[in-house]
């Protein structure tokens, strides 16, 4: 048994065809399956069932696959150990983040980071929670920036900061007396939401303790898939949404009269940093984590007065 034969069956678990795996392997198909066979005759036992398309794990294969991936983590661990003990911050980072941040906090700490590290060679994902979550646990990102808590045994937070929800609305959807409401103060049939996938939809429908199947349908529906489409649609049909803090900073003064603030304690989301338990890069996570709060108010740094929304 060797490190190889792990890679492999990992590799066709993956891709669910032995050519594919073969070349994203860099060998032949008949090399893989020779390695495989014989991984199999070692084990006495067979860990893929050949006779179905796409080929598929047998029951005893899932549970060595998966013993195989910890190994190849372990082992990846065992190589870094040396290069995480460099005095400068230098390598490769993976970054996955959630598209309702994306867009608001890049601007705020990219350049400075480039600037101030560039022995690190950044790669930025924008996806959904759920796929950064996959992506991680299959080595194919070191870590993610999204909401928290996510009570993954196989990953480890690292809270960053929070962000304030923010009523935004049409002005005629909105009471002048009013300055702070409350989730309760708000139609949920005049409430616009993301579409399925987003952990901000979750967290919205949590706060404002919806029953989706009680809201009257609109006659003009829609499953936003970003946090601007939601502004434009409000604006266009009196509505009402959910925003987080950041996604203010490109509002212009007649829009930000569109928004009230929720009375305390202040409904928050909670951004962390995400990576797998085992990861070893954490010169270069402190890196990406300093130049995030730097760039940040002092208030978004603070848990006082505020209410964590769960996802």
């Given at each position: 048994?060797?490190?190889?034969?792990?890679?492999?069956?990992?590799?066709?678990?993956?891709?669910?065809?032995?050519?594919?795996?073969?070349?994203?392997?860099?060998?032949?198909?008949?090399?893989?399956?020779?390695?495989?066979?014989?991984?199999?005759?070692?084990?006495?036992?067979?860990?893929?069932?050949?006779?179905?398309?796409?080929?598929?794990?047998?029951?005893?294969?899932?549970?060595?696959?998966?013993?195989?991936?910890?190994?190849?983590?372990?082992?990846?661990?065992?190589?870094?150990?040396?290069?995480?003990?460099?005095?400068?911050?230098?390598?490769?980072?993976?970054?996955?983040?959630?598209?309702?941040?994306?867009?608001?906090?890049?601007?705020?700490?990219?350049?400075?980071?480039?600037?101030?590290?560039?022995?690190?060679?950044?790669?930025?994902?924008?996806?959904?929670?759920?796929?950064?979550?996959?992506?991680?646990?299959?080595?194919?990102?070191?870590?993610?920036?999204?909401?928290?808590?996510?009570?993954?045994?196989?990953?480890?937070?690292?809270?960053?900061?929070?962000?304030?929800?923010?009523?935004?609305?049409?002005?005629?959807?909105?009471?002048?007396?009013?300055?702070?409401?409350?989730?309760?103060?708000?139609?949920?049939?005049?409430?616009?939401?993301?579409?399925?996938?987003?952990?901000?939809?979750?967290q919205v429908i949590n706060l404002c303790e919806l029953k989706l199947n009680e809201r009257n349908l609109h006659q003009f529906d829609l499953s936003a898939s970003s946090i601007e489409t939601l502004k434009k649609v409000v604006e266009m049909n009196e509505g009402i949404t959910i925003l987080p803090q950041l996604s203010l900073s490109g509002l212009n003064k007649k829009?930000?009269?569109?928004?009230?603030?929720?009375?305390?304690?202040?409904?928050?989301?909670?951004?962390?940093?995400?990576?797998?338990?085992?990861?070893?890069?954490?010169?270069?996570?402190?890196?990406?984590?300093?130049?995030?709060?730097?760039?940040?108010?002092?208030?978004?740094?603070?848990?006082?007065?505020?209410?964590?929304?769960?996802?």
């Amino acid at each position: 048994m060797n490190f190889q034969q792990l890679e492999y069956i990992v590799a066709v678990e993956r891709h669910r065809h032995f050519v594919t795996a073969a070349e994203h392997c860099y060998v032949t198909q008949a090399t893989l399956s020779m390695m495989i066979k014989k991984l199999e005759e070692e084990l006495n036992t067979k860990i893929f069932d050949r006779s179905k398309q796409p080929v598929v794990p047998t029951e005893n294969g899932t549970k060595i696959i998966e013993q195989a991936k910890v190994i190849l983590k372990e082992a990846e661990r065992l190589k870094s150990i040396s290069d995480a003990e460099q005095v400068a911050a230098v390598g490769e980072l993976r970054v996955g983040i959630i598209p309702t941040l994306a867009p608001y906090l890049l601007p705020l700490f990219l350049k400075n980071f480039l600037k101030n590290h560039p022995k690190i060679k950044l790669q930025i994902s924008e996806l959904t929670t759920d796929v950064i979550i996959e992506r991680i646990k299959h080595n194919q990102l070191d870590a993610g920036i999204l909401a928290i808590p996510l009570s993954d045994p196989d990953l480890v937070e690292k809270p960053l900061f929070t962000e304030e929800f923010v009523i935004y609305s049409s002005q005629k959807m909105l009471s002048a007396k009013k300055k702070y409401l409350l989730p309760t103060d708000l139609d949920p049939d005049r409430l616009w939401l993301l579409e399925e996938g987003h952990c901000l939809r979750n967290q919205v429908i949590n706060l404002c303790e919806l029953k989706l199947n009680e809201r009257n349908l609109h006659q003009f529906d829609l499953s936003a898939s970003s946090i601007e489409t939601l502004k434009k649609v409000v604006e266009m049909n009196e509505g009402i949404t959910i925003l987080p803090q950041l996604s203010l900073s490109g509002l212009n003064k007649k829009q930000l009269q569109n928004t009230r603030q929720f009375k305390s304690p202040v409904p928050v989301r909670q951004i962390g940093l995400i990576c797998f338990r085992y990861f070893v890069k954490e010169k270069l996570l402190a890196a990406l984590s300093e130049s995030i709060i730097t760039t940040l108010p002092e208030s978004m740094l603070s848990d006082k007065g505020k209410m964590v929304i769960d996802i």
